[in-house]
Each structure stands twice: as structure tokens, then as C-alpha cells.
């Protein structure tokens, strides 16, 4: 089968690189996102496969990394094979049923959000400042603030498309034609939207695997 019959285009979304389920049994995220660095290097290498992330992703990706204190070699790998680019804010068009099904699903989450509000407010009313058992600190209001972010979150923010991160993401796929790579519910279900095709972050490094199964290995190059 022809190399060319591969070449794809991938825009990878921050979820990818943090999923438990990318790595094996004993191997930390370090030696994971390595694996994975080096399995996007060898698909570019013999299979002209590009992955792409828009520089928002990027910078959310290595502050994230950073705060887990990996190694320089896995930045290295990463701005070596990853490509960095802006979406084309401007030539790329959205649909417009895709901005009405945003403005109905955004007015529908603001209802829900008001109503955990005036749940969180009639309890309140009939809480104390009194201490918690088993708290030092926590006080019965503290608890119902707690549970109002915890739901508010949830009513406000699950599976939606609710940052600029991941509309740079869906924004650049559609641009390169390229599949999403993602572990994020709400940007799978707004791939469809988008008429973008996708793959869990999970199941990536087994789909790079099995591509590069297809090299011959008299003629494989890999980064080692």
C-alpha cells in the first residue's frame, strides 16, 4: 500500500497528553507524553502524518506540563513535531445553524445555572454560620456555596464549547480538513457541528501504531 494513503492531518487537543488512558501499566505521564512525542515523529517520518495544535492549546499544554515538572527533552520533542498554528480566524466560515444551535444552547444553560442558584439561595436561607462536624473550618453556608459552584459548573460548562482554546481547536481542524484529537466531551460533540471527524485521545497512539506497521522496515526511519 502506498505511504501517500496515509497522510493525514490531526489537530490535538491538551486532553490528549493528560488521559491515564494513553499510558501503560507502571509508566508515569512523563514517559507516556515521550512515547507519544516519538510514535507523532515516526508517523511524520515515514508517512507524512502532520499534527497540529493552534499556540492557545500550545500555551495550555506546557503550562500544564510545566506545573508537573517534566523533563526539557519532552518541550523539545514537543515544539520539534507538533506544529504550532494560528487558526485563519477570518477565511474560515461557520455555518450559521452552527451559531444558532450555540445562542439556544447557551440561553438553555443559563436557565438551568439560575435555577441552581435559587435552589443554593432557599438553602442558604435555612443554614447556619455554625462549624461542620468533622470541619474546622467549614461552616453549613461554606457547604452550599461549595455544592453551588460544583453544580453551577456543571449546568454552565459541561459539554460545551466554552473556551478560546477549543475554539481555536475546531476552528483550525476545519481549516486543514483534519481530524480533532481529544478526550473532551463537549468538543466531540461539536465536532459534528463543525462537520469534523474525530478520535479519542486514547485510541491515537494504537492508531499511529498500527499506520506504522504498514512501513517496511527495510525503509522505516525513526528519531533514534
Not at 132 to 139: P, Q
Request: glycine share 4%; hydrophobic share 40%.
Amino acid at each position: 500500500m502506498s505511504v501517500d494513503a496515509f497522510k493525514q492531518r490531526f489537530v490535538l487537543d491538551t486532553s490528549l497528553f493528560f488521559t491515564e488512558e494513553i499510558r501503560r501499566d507502571g509508566e508515569s505521564l512523563e514517559d507516556a507524553v515521550l512515547r507519544l512525542l516519538e510514535l507523532i515523529a515516526n508517523a511524520r517520518l515515514n508517512l507524512g502524518i502532520s499534527c497540529y495544535v493552534p499556540p492557545t492549546i500550545h500555551n495550555e499544554l506546557t503550562t500544564m506540563l510545566e506545573a508537573r515538572d517534566v523533563d526539557d527533552e519532552v518541550y523539545s520533542k514537543l515544539n520539534t513535531w507538533v506544529i504550532r498554528k494560528h487558526p485563519d480566524r477570518y477565511a474560515v466560515s461557520i455555518p450559521a445553524n452552527v451559531v444558532y444551535s450555540f445562542v439556544d444552547e447557551m440561553s438553555g444553560r443559563v436557565d438551568r445555572g439560575l435555577r441552581v442558584s435559587e435552589r443554593a439561595v432557599r438553602r442558604a436561607e435555612d443554614s447556619t454560620d455554625e462549624l461542620l462536624e468533622d470541619h474546622d473550618h467549614k461552616t453549613e453556608v461554606d457547604a452550599v456555596i461549595s455544592e453551588l459552584r460544583e453544580k453551577y459548573r456543571d449546568a454552565m460548562r459541561t459539554g460545551v464549547l466554552d473556551s478560546r482554546e477549543d475554539f481555536d481547536l475546531l476552528i483550525l481542524a476545519r481549516e486543514l480538513e483534519a481530524g480533532v484529537v481529544t478526550e473532551d466531551r463537549g468538543i466531540i460533540d461539536w465536532t459534528e457541528d463543525f462537520g469534523l471527524r474525530y478520535i479519542r485521545g486514547r485510541e491515537f497512539p494504537d492508531l499511529l501504531e498500527q499506520y506504522l506497521t504498514a512501513v517496511d522496515s527495510d525503509s522505516k526511519r525513526t528519531i533514534d
